[in-house]
């Protein structure tokens, strides 16, 4: 808890004002004290009734007060709330062929864990949203099986009950955004003050509460998906599985999205596994604990197999340079370089990506982005 | 005002957010805006019936008015689904169990009774409104004292003589007994002149002794019966099936008026039925409802018969007087069971739409639709080309919801969401409450059937049987809707539970 107080101290003291005021909240509802959370939940919207009028960081003395009272009632609680990983479902070598057409998903295993973020990457039509909807229970598989490790002999219903499933395309919600969310919540189990509150807990963790009184015709799609999460995390599913969530989101708003998706698996309120598909391959093998590469229906690559480990350092970068100038720095026997029309692959089985960079700098080349890709699925593309 | 929620007071606001947050499947059915609203629209539909000119005495337009509500019915269910539809607590796999399924079928059946209890506004003011400007008592007597006051002005022109019929209770029900012919020959041998003799059985007999105004029995199965002359010009039925004081008939009216006969003051008693006339007289105004009036103003027709009635506006007063006690009786003894019937079996079919709508995916939904077209199709040619009865036809209605039934179990071992499952649910669902009503149907069907063979082959002798035969109906529909109550929230709720989590192919 310390940790996490000085983490919150350490925001506020470098003016990360957003990212302290949903660690606040997170911890607040890992205590489990209905009043911390709702004096969380009041200086939250202060922080951003006072954002929305001044549209700049600053913010009042108030602020840092009611700050200061928070951590101050946070301090007295211990540990005990660290929540210890469980595992939720056990995927043992499910294949998938659809009657009509020719697409099939070859045998994949795997295991997923409370408080695990798993990624699954891979091109358009490769079987990522079929693997997924496998797991959700919304298709059915072929062959090998999926054992519920926490439900014992669940029917589908139970399963669909504590695995949640967000489409790529969101189905459209009707009426207000905010009844919405009431009604999941309240359907779910959570009713009275206990709904209301933790309603306006995930409006302001996930920044909706400006659009709550709106209707889905009067949002934009990455507020539909925001919303979306919003509305399946109240119902407290073990296992939340989201197929393409950052499509829609704009470049901040899928990096807060991830962190938030992070803290949410590992919260000590309501531990949580997640499975996550994306394109952007370096966002997510940010979060992730696990990533599996799908190709063609198959599982080409999946983090922390021994087999995975790369034989060659690799390295992605974006220069004005040319592939002549690249050799001749770097030397003609040492690298193999490959150009996609926008950046280049440097693949080397000595030089490490520092060394390389290193050498690059070193002859005044010219960089205008560099990524070390040698442990990212990015070499499989 | 809040244009969203008009007229909706903050109280069931409230009661709105309430439910939200702890009963979302009641809150999700609205109902309780639906009788709100029903409620406001009825009051509102209420006074407009109040305020309109409506003459209790006039022909009833309330067939019109019902069209007209209708389609504001039809609007309301639109309206009402629309809200309805948002919130589906059946597809999100939450914490529904069975009872939960009952009482959002309860609230559909309410909120559909409510919106179809609106038709029925225009009919309960038009019933309010006679009852209030006509008592019951009031028109019997009204009705009476006009025929006696017609009766005595027209003393002197009415032909007093009452008929007389002839006849002997034969002792065998078919053919002629020697001992009849026996009877015959001595009845007309002991009466003068010619005459018919009627020969009737027993039962015959039951029913003269009714309605003969005198019976004189002169032999041991010879009997003489009497008719009165009628009396009644008023003729106005049922009007005095709910009061204590009735109608005189024509025997009454010879014992209260012709018996003892004493000539009134025909100014008096003019002036009472002119009063009488006046008050019962109402003049329609389109041209097909004046059809008495106008044939009164027009005919050549010169009767005695007919002069009476001119005279007397017999037929407008009488025509005013039926409307009157129609709009009165509307809603009492089987008229009020055949109006709950409607109300309640319209709301029963659309609710049971409803709930298998909610609980089914759209595509199974219409299939199931489809599907229930196709085999009432299919089977009404089976039973035209092998000319089968009314039983064919319950026999084939109870074989499908057996073997919908049947079926819908594969909901609990199948790995994959069958489309042919979902639509076999639906139809065992929407078939259900009326299964015990065809079953009792089908079994006074063969008993009525195996009673008249048996009375055919025994020479037309009464079989026990018979008295067997009449299985109330009502009973059927009762226990339907007993049925469908206890299998919604157990076997139902499974059923649905079940397909719908299953993953698709």
């Known amino acids: ?381 | 005002m809040n244009w969203n929620r008009p007229l909706a007071p903050n109280f069931l606001k409230k009661f709105d957010h309430n439910l939200l947050l702890k009963n979302p499947e009641t809150w999700s059915a609205r109902t309780h805006w639906v009788w709100y609203y029903g409620s406001l629209f009825c009051l509102l539909l209420a006074g407009i019936c109040f305020v309109y000119p409506n003459d209790a005495r006039s022909n009833s337009g309330v067939i019109y008015w019902i069209f007209f509500v209708s389609i504001i019915s039809i609007l309301a269910l639109v309206f009402w689904l629309i809200y309805l539809l948002r919130f589906n607590v059946f597809k999100r796999f939450g914490n529904i169990t069975g009872l939960n399924r009952l009482k959002v079928f309860g609230l559909y059946f309410a909120s559909v009774a409510m919106i179809v209890f609106f038709t029925y506004i225009p009919a309960i003011v038009e019933t309010i409104r006679a009852n209030a400007k006509y008592k019951d008592e009031e028109i019997v007597k009204d009705i009476n004292n006009f025929n006696k006051l017609v009766t005595q002005l027209e003393y002197d022109s009415v032909d007093h003589q009452w008929r007389m019929d002839t006849f002997i209770v034969r002792e065998e029900e078919y053919g002629m007994s020697d001992k009849d012919k026996q009877i015959i020959e001595l009845t007309e041998a002991n009466r003068k002149g010619g005459f018919s003799i009627s020969r009737i059985d027993s039962s015959q007999f039951n029913e003269n002794i009714k309605k003969g105004d005198t019976i004189i029995r002169l032999g041991k199965a010879e009997y003489e019966m009497y008719s009165c002359p009628n009396y009644i010009k008023l003729a106005v039925l049922n009007a005095d099936d709910y009061t204590k004081l009735k109608l005189l008939d024509k025997i009454g009216i010879y014992r209260t008026v012709v018996k003892d006969f004493k000539r009134p003051d025909p100014k008096k008693a003019r002036e009472e039925i002119d009063a009488l006339m006046q008050k019962y007289y109402y003049k329609e105004k389109d041209r097909y409802s004046r059809y008495e009036y106008d044939t009164y103003s027009n005919s050549q027709d010169t009767t005695y018969e007919f002069r009476v009635k001119k005279r007397y506006q017999i037929d407008i007063v009488e025509s005013s007087l039926r409307n009157i006690v129609e709009r009165k009786y509307r809603f009492c003894g089987n008229d009020v069971e055949w109006q709950f019937r409607v109300l309640f079996y319209i709301s029963l079919c659309f609710s049971l739409l409803v709930f298998a709508f909610r609980h089914s995916t759209t595509k199974t939904f219409f299939l199931s639709l489809l599907t229930a077209v196709i085999l009432s199709i299919l089977t009404g040619l089976l039973i035209a080309f092998s000319n089968g009865s009314e039983k064919a036809s319950m026999t084939w209605l109870i074989t499908y919801t057996l073997i919908f039934f049947g079926v819908s179990f594969t909901a609990f071992t199948s790995k994959t969401r069958s489309i042919f499952t979902g639509i076999c649910v639906n139809l065992f669902v929407l078939n259900i409450p009326f299964l015990p009503i065809t079953i009792v149907g089908l079994y006074n069907k063969i008993i009525w059937d195996k009673y008249y063979e048996l009375e055919r082959m025994s020479n037309y002798v009464k079989h026990p049987l018979y008295d067997k035969y009449t299985l109330p109906l009502v009973y059927g529909e009762m226990f339907g809707i007993v049925l469908l109550l206890i299998l919604l929230p157990t076997l139902i709720h499974k059923f649905y539970r079940k397909w719908f989590a299953l993953p698709q192919e």
């Not at chain 1, 107080?5 to 911890?27: C, G, N, P, T, W």
């Not at chain 1, 864990?113 to 490769?126: A, D, F, L, M, P």
């Not at chain 1, 709904?195 to 009184?213: C, G, K």
Request: proline share 2%; glycine share 4%; net charge neutral.
């Open chain 1, 1 to 381: 808890m310390q940790n996490r107080i000085q983490e919150i101290k350490s925001f506020i003291a470098h003016e990360d004002y957003s990212l302290a005021v949903r660690r606040m909240l997170d911890i607040c509802l890992d205590v489990d004290n209905s009043e911390l959370l709702q004096q969380a939940i009041a200086w939250s919207k202060t922080y951003h009734q006072h954002q929305k009028k001044n549209n700049e960081t600053a913010v009042g003395v108030d602020f840092h007060n009611d700050a200061n009272k928070l951590l101050s009632a946070l301090a007295v609680y211990g540990n005990s709330n660290t929540s210890v990983p469980k595992t939720l479902i056990k995927v043992n070598a499910i294949s998938k062929t659809y009657n009509k057409g020719n697409f099939s998903l070859k045998p994949i295993s795997t295991a997923i864990q409370t408080t695990n973020v798993i990624g699954i990457v891979g091109e358009n039509g490769n079987g990522k949203t079929t693997f997924l909807r496998c797991l959700a229970g919304q298709l059915s598989i072929d062959s090998g099986n999926i054992n519920y490790a926490l439900l014992s002999n669940p029917d589908y219903y139970t399963i669909k009950h504590s695995i949640a499933f967000i489409p790529q395309r969101i189905p459209k919600w009707y009426g207000l955004l905010k009844d919405n969310l009431h009604f999941s919540a309240s359907l779910s189990g959570i009713t009275g003050s206990q709904n209301e509150l933790m309603v306006d807990y995930m409006l302001e963790r996930l920044n909706l509460s400006d659009y709550a009184h709106l209707n889905w015709n009067q949002i934009s799609s990455g507020y539909r998906t925001r919303f979306e999460i919003a509305r399946i995390l109240l119902q407290k599913p073990s296992l939340l599985i989201l197929d393409e969530p950052l499509a829609n989101l704009d470049i901040n708003a899928q990096q807060t999205i991830l962190t938030d998706l992070r803290y949410i698996a590992k919260s000590a309120y309501h531990p949580m596994g997640i499975i996550l598909s994306s394109q952007q391959l370096h966002e997510v093998e940010k979060v992730a604990d696990t990533v599996l590469f799908i190709k063609q229906g198959n599982c080409l690559f999946k983090t922390g197999e021994e087999t995975n480990v790369a034989k060659t350092f690799a390295i992605e970068i974006e220069t004005t340079a040319t592939r002549e100038e690249l050799i001749k720095v770097l030397g003609e026997n040492e690298v193999q370089i490959q150009f996609n029309g926008g950046n280049y692959t440097v693949t080397s089985a000595n030089l490490s990506a520092n060394d390389i960079i290193s050498k690059l700098v070193a002859n005044n080349i010219s960089l205008s982005y560099f990524r070390d890709i040698t442990n990212s699925t990015k070499r499989y593309f």
